[in-house]
């Protein structure tokens, strides 16, 4: 049975008419059109499809609609401000952290909360934050300068 669910999405309040057990990563895409959060496994084991929920990293593909009602949910449109991409996203294009682009979002996604709580990691807080994000790819050294590099020009931005 489709309720009415109102979320925040990327500062934008949405009435969002479906199943309260329909999947956060269902709604974003075919219902929000924001299909920059992939589908990957389903399973929540890849990261494709990570979202940062009030702030924290969170797999959409395992989310219910209805757990999410009044809550903060960023995908990677939502990121950019003012025509300016976020800084990690910066450091993944900086960095060349991206090949097929399919891990890219979560990835990006995962680094920001990381960075959000832990503005210095060290390369093991960054491989313990990353570890649930598999990239096909395997750009996990670029991925790792990226972050790193976006915690530095973050630090320098607030000299």
């Given at each position: 049975?489709?309720?009415?669910?109102?979320?925040?999405?990327?500062?934008?309040?949405?009435a969002?008419?479906?199943?309260?057990e329909?999947?956060?990563?269902?709604?974003l895409?075919?219902?929000l059109?924001?299909?920059?959060?992939?589908?990957?496994c389903?399973?929540?084991q890849c990261?494709?499809?990570?979202?940062l929920?009030?702030?924290?990293?969170?797999?959409?593909?395992?989310?219910p609609?209805?757990?999410?009602?009044?809550q903060?949910?960023?995908t990677?449109e939502?990121?950019?401000?003012?025509?300016?991409?976020?800084?990690?996203?910066e450091a993944?294009l900086?960095?060349?952290?991206l090949?097929?682009?399919y891990?890219?979002?979560?990835?990006?996604l995962?680094g920001?909360?990381?960075?959000?709580?832990?503005?210095?990691?060290?390369?093991?807080e960054?491989?313990?934050?990353?570890e649930?994000?598999?990239?096909?790819?395997?750009?996990?050294p670029?991925?790792?300068?990226?972050?790193?590099?976006?915690?530095?020009?973050?630090?320098e931005?607030?000299r």
């Amino acid at each position: 049975m489709a309720n009415i669910t109102r979320l925040r999405v990327n500062g934008t309040l949405h009435a969002v008419s479906a199943d309260p057990e329909t999947s956060l990563l269902a709604i974003l895409r075919d219902f929000l059109g924001l299909t920059g959060t992939k589908y990957g496994c389903g399973e929540g084991q890849c990261g494709a499809c990570t979202v940062l929920l009030n702030g924290r990293p969170r797999r959409s593909c395992l989310t219910p609609l209805g757990s999410v009602a009044s809550q903060e949910v960023i995908t990677i449109e939502g990121l950019e401000r003012h025509g300016r991409l976020h800084p990690v996203q910066e450091a993944f294009l900086t960095e060349g952290a991206l090949q097929c682009g399919y891990c890219t979002s979560g990835m990006i996604l995962a680094g920001v909360a990381l960075l959000q709580s832990n503005a210095n990691p060290s390369e093991q807080e960054i491989a313990q934050a990353m570890e649930g994000n598999i990239c096909r790819c395997g750009t996990y050294p670029r991925i790792m300068a990226a972050i790193q590099h976006a915690a530095r020009q973050t630090k320098e931005s607030r000299r």
